[in-house]
């Protein structure tokens, strides 16, 4: 079971982006995410008539590693790690700290 999903709220721990917030929009593979608004670089474009895309230089958002992200506790205001707890024979994402279930409106 994945412990990060896409649509999770998740904060930076390390990297030029620390302390910041955003949404995971997709998981790329196993170990990497790309979140709304984190990581993004500056990527050079030839035009290509082809396809009709103009050249320039384009905003992009790149994927960042699982382990330099942790979700987002509102209850605490901080990241948390997750962990995975036997429900009435479902899995549910618990936060480590409270076990609380991960999405439960506080």
Same mark, same amino acid.
């Given at each position: 079971?994945? %412990?990060?999903? %896409?649509?999770?709220?998740?904060?930076?721990?390390?990297?030029?982006?620390?302390?910041?917030?955003?949404?995971?929009?997709?998981?790329?593979?196993?170990? /990497?995410?790309?979140?709304?608004?984190?990581?993004?670089? %500056?990527? /050079?474009?030839?035009?290509?008539?082809?396809? #009709?895309?103009?050249? #320039?230089?384009?905003? %992009?958002?790149?994927?960042? /590693?699982? &382990?330099?992200?942790?979700? @987002?506790?509102?209850?605490? #205001?901080?990241? *948390?790690?997750?962990?995975?707890?036997?429900? *009435?024979?479902?899995?549910?994402?618990? @936060?480590? &700290? &409270?076990?609380?279930?991960? #999405?439960?409106?506080?």
């Amino acid at each position: 079971m994945e %412990k990060i999903r %896409k649509g999770d709220e998740v904060i930076i721990l390390t990297g030029r982006d620390k302390n910041r917030r955003g949404t995971v929009i997709q998981r790329v593979d196993a170990d /990497h995410v790309i979140v709304e608004g984190i990581n993004v670089v %500056k990527k /050079h474009t030839r035009p290509n008539p082809m396809q #009709g895309t103009p050249g #320039g230089i384009i905003d %992009k958002t790149m994927p960042i /590693h699982i &382990s330099n992200v942790a979700i @987002f506790n509102p209850a605490t #205001g901080k990241g *948390e790690r997750v962990g995975i707890k036997v429900e *009435e024979g479902r899995k549910v994402r618990v @936060f480590r &700290s &409270s076990g609380e279930p991960v #999405g439960a409106k506080a």
